[in-house]
């Protein structure tokens, strides 16, 4: 029997033994909707336990002194079901040797809330100069003595980065190897030419935080929050393996948080996708 | 009856509420008493939403109920709303959200909740207090003149926050576990 027969049949039982609280709240509009709604992956801590296998088919949670906790037969179920199936690009094999992988009755991989190794992508749009520009913030989950809480670790807006756009051939503007016997009396160069090739004059790895220009910004009034667009989560913890989670309301049984992309990896490339990731824009 | 007992009595009925508890990390079977309390609360919340929205509910009690329910969230929570044609989020305050409900242009509505419901683990956050999320569905049903003219189904996102408090009955000491509700995400699934 597969999960949305599985589904069906629970549901369906729910629906002829369900006494309704009151007239007012509680209705039962079909029972297709009803099994939708059951397969559908509702919230991320929802696909972290199905991912692990802690919770039952109508979500009520597992603890470890549970049989059926992380049971890697109802395990590999739930992993099916996590997938993207509308995404022709995580070819089937990959998915099953990821499965395989995770599911490893030697060496089972589980995903851990407070394991790190996953960031949040967050579309927004901000007012800039009186126009709606998209900019994209990657949050962390950060540890604390009490509890834990994400933190923006990172921003991409392009107007920053257009603005920074380094000529690494330019031979014309430099300061000459000299200029220190002058004191840098010719600074004045550097900050009365052209300011367009002003970061010319920096040291060849020169990275700008855009972060902090972006909080400068925001704290000057230059740049005002309007609204989140979307939200999407890259996950790095599962050895040689990156997926990244995203939400999808459509109709049908594959809906809510599924995989929307998955690679393997060795580390060297672990370090160029993240690096890719930090510079999307979408 | 101890005397114990008479005042746990008391405090269910006074509508507190508790969950009542020594310590404070949350135990599955604490966990379990805290998802009651929260989902009675999101019930509360539900059964404010329907009343509200019902056109055959009066303005004054429509005002009544409004307040009845901006009492159920922390202050300054808001309600994010995003539709299927459009995912960004539209903020309002919570009593906005009310008024717009109750100033739709329907002759009749109808609100009906899915059984179904989704509750996330509790997170311990830096100022002690635990934070979850509850999901929901509810299905809109609003007529014209001519029969049924729009109907969606939306999933309600609640934030609700867990945190210990003390009071005290008759001079004796009690610590229980209190449940508000936070900003609630309203994501539209379906439309027709």
Same mark, same amino acid.
């Given at each position: 029997m597969n999960l949305i027969k599985w589904i069906s049949l629970f549901v369906y039982i729910q629906f002829y033994l369900r006494? !309704? +609280?009151s007239a007012q709240t509680i209705v039962a509009p079909t029972l297709e909707d009803e099994v939708v709604l059951y397969a559908s992956t509702k919230q991320v801590n929802q696909f972290f336990r199905r991912f692990n296998n802690e !919770?039952?088919? /109508?979500g009520s949670r597992y603890y470890e002194? /549970?049989?059926?906790? *992380? &049971?890697p037969i109802t395990r590999s179920f739930f992993l099916n079901l996590l %997938?993207?199936?509308?995404?022709? %690009?995580?070819?089937e094999d990959l998915k099953r040797q990821f499965i395989q992988y995770v599911g490893d009755p030697e060496k089972p991989v589980f995903l851990d809330f407070?394991?790190?190794n996953w960031i949040a992508q967050v579309n927004t749009i901000f007012y800039w100069e009186g126009k709606e520009v998209n900019a994209t913030l990657f949050l962390k989950l950060q540890e604390e003595k009490i509890g834990s809480k994400w933190v923006i670790n990172r921003v991409c807006f392009r107007p920053f980065e257009e603005f920074f756009?380094?000529?690494?051939?330019?031979?014309?503007h430099f300061l000459h190897p000299l200029s220190h016997e002058l !004191? %840098?009396?010719?600074?004045y160069k550097v900050f009365h030419?052209?300011? &367009?090739?002003?970061? &010319?004059?920096? !040291? *060849? &790895?020169? /990275?700008?935080d855009y972060l902090a220009l972006f909080l400068f910004e925001v704290k000057k009034g230059n740049l005002r929050f309007k609204t989140v667009t979307d939200v999407k989560f890259h996950f790095f913890?599962?050895?040689n393996w990156y997926f990244e989670l995203s939400q999808f309301n459509r +109709?049908?049984?594959?809906?809510?948080?599924?995989?929307?992309d998955l690679q393997k990896l060795d580390s060297k490339e672990k370090d160029s996708l993240l690096k890719n990731v930090y510079n999307r824009y979408e | 009856m101890s005397r114990k007992s008479l005042i746990i009595i008391a405090l269910v009925l006074s509508g507190i509420a508790p969950v009542l508890f020594a310590q404070d990390n949350v135990t599955p079977q604490r966990k379990h008493a805290i998802d009651s309390l929260a989902l009675e609360k999101v019930r509360d919340l539900s059964k404010y939403i329907s009343i509200i929205g019902d056109?055959?509910?009066?303005f004054s009690e429509a005002s009544r109920v409004i307040k009845r329910a901006d009492e159920l969230f922390a202050t300054g929570s808001k309600m994010g709303v995003s539709t299927l044609a459009s995912p960004a989020v539209n903020y309002f305050t919570v009593d906005n959200y009310f008024k717009r409900l109750m100033a739709l242009n329907y002759i009749k509505v109808k609100i009906d909740w899915y059984s179904i419901h989704y509750i996330s683990d509790l997170e311990k956050q830096p100022d002690g207090k635990y934070v979850g999320v509850v999901t929901i569905y509810q299905r809109f049903e609003g007529y014209g003149a001519e029969g049924l003219k729009y109907t969606d189904v939306t999933k309600k996102d609640v934030t609700i926050y867990v945190e210990k408090k003390h009071t005290q009955i008759n001079g004796m000491p009690i610590d229980f576990w209190d449940v508000i509700l936070g900003d609630m995400k309203v994501t539209e699934t379906k439309k027709q």
């Open positions: 006494v !309704e +609280a !919770e039952s088919i /109508d002194k /549970d049989s059926l906790y *992380r &049971n %997938f993207d199936k509308e995404n022709s %690009f995580v070819k407070h394991g790190g756009v380094k000529d690494t051939q330019d031979t014309v !004191e %840098f009396m010719n600074l030419d052209d300011k &367009n090739i002003l970061q &010319n004059y920096t !040291e *060849r &790895n020169y /990275d700008p913890q599962v050895d +109709a049908g049984y594959n809906t809510g948080w599924l995989i929307s | 056109k055959g509910t009066s």
